[in-house]
């Protein structure tokens, strides 16, 4: 708008006008425009601003190197471990990109792998609550199934105490036992890694799946594993890992079924589990603007 005005201004000088004048117009032009692009770099900087977590050895010790908040460390691993193996899937030479270094909620949270890429972006609810959504607008956790696999009945409950079959003794049950016919498909009930599967006492074949940072489902007394399970393995919210057996101190063929936060087994049938969660639809054009935008200006996508 400025500059349009002096083009104006300019174009109005007479055509007899001083050599002083045109030059003293010129200069005003200059600096108007030298002036509006310098705010635009400026906010396209504030925007920008971000800092790189280089993996040399892990992520605590680099992010350290890299004086990077805790806290937003803490975020990155809550965030992300849905999607990455930590100990596993973090290669030398591995980025994490952090965008707004203000505070500890960053505008985005980018991972630049050898073998994939994940960004996510900070979107606040009507609650004033802060979460990481991808470029689609829906989390990166999952929501559960309600169950591992198709039973007849609930067999056992989650209990304090109840009396063992075969122990004879009164023992807490912080399980739930799934009724079903022998080589039932026991499903994952959601996407995780695979951290046990091998035969394990009273538990007989065991699979122990890991679901981000604070899940582990357990899925006991199984006949057989899936083929091609094996610990570090990927697998699917709904994927076989197994199928229903009396391997283990077992009185007849069911499904021994744990569920386990931040270590602590939970009521499987009770606990609130995780749902993934969307943008709201009416923000959802602006969000996924001011994400590609971000990844336009870093240059990523």
Do not use: C
């Not at 009945?153 to 989650?158: E, L």
């Not at 229903?244 to 101190?249: A, I, K, N, W």
């Amino acid at each position: 708008m400025q500059l349009l005005l002096m083009t104006k201004v300019l174009v109005k000088l007479p055509h007899k006008s001083s050599n002083n004048m045109l030059k003293r117009a010129l200069f005003l032009i200059a600096a108007l425009g030298s002036l509006y692009v310098g705010n635009t770099l400026a906010h396209g900087d504030s925007a920008l601003e971000h800092s790189t977590i280089h993996i040399t050895r892990s992520l605590n010790y680099d992010a350290q190197k890299a004086n990077i908040n805790p806290k937003i460390v803490d975020t990155i691993i809550r965030v992300f471990s849905w999607k990455i193996d930590f100990n596993k899937d973090l290669k030398k030479g591995d980025r994490f990109i952090i965008v707004g270094n203000s505070g500890v909620h960053p505008s985005a949270l980018i991972y630049l792998g050898t073998n994939k890429k994940v960004a996510v972006f900070s979107y606040t609810d009507k609650q004033g609550r802060t979460n990481y959504y991808d470029i689609n607008g829906k989390s990166l956790y999952p929501s559960f199934l309600k169950a591992p696999l198709k039973y007849d009945r609930v067999s056992s409950k989650f209990q304090r105490k109840r009396f063992h079959p075969i122990l004879k003794t009164w023992r807490p049950h912080r399980a739930v036992d799934f009724a079903a016919k022998r080589g039932t498909p026991v499903y994952s009930v959601a996407s995780g890694v695979i951290q046990h599967r091998k035969r394990m006492g009273a538990l007989g074949n065991v699979v122990y799946i890991n679901h981000g940072s604070n899940y582990t489902s357990v899925y006991g007394h199984l006949s057989k594993f899936a083929r091609g399970l094996k610990p570090s393995l990927k697998v699917k919210k709904g994927q076989i890992i197994g199928y229903v057996g009396s391997t283990g101190r077992s009185t007849g063929p069911h499904l021994h079924y744990e569920l386990r936060y931040n270590g602590v087994r939970k009521n499987p049938l009770k606990h609130t589990l995780p749902k993934q969660k969307k943008v709201r639809r009416a923000d959802l054009w602006r969000f996924k603007n001011k994400a590609q935008k971000i990844l336009n200006g870093l240059r990523l996508y």
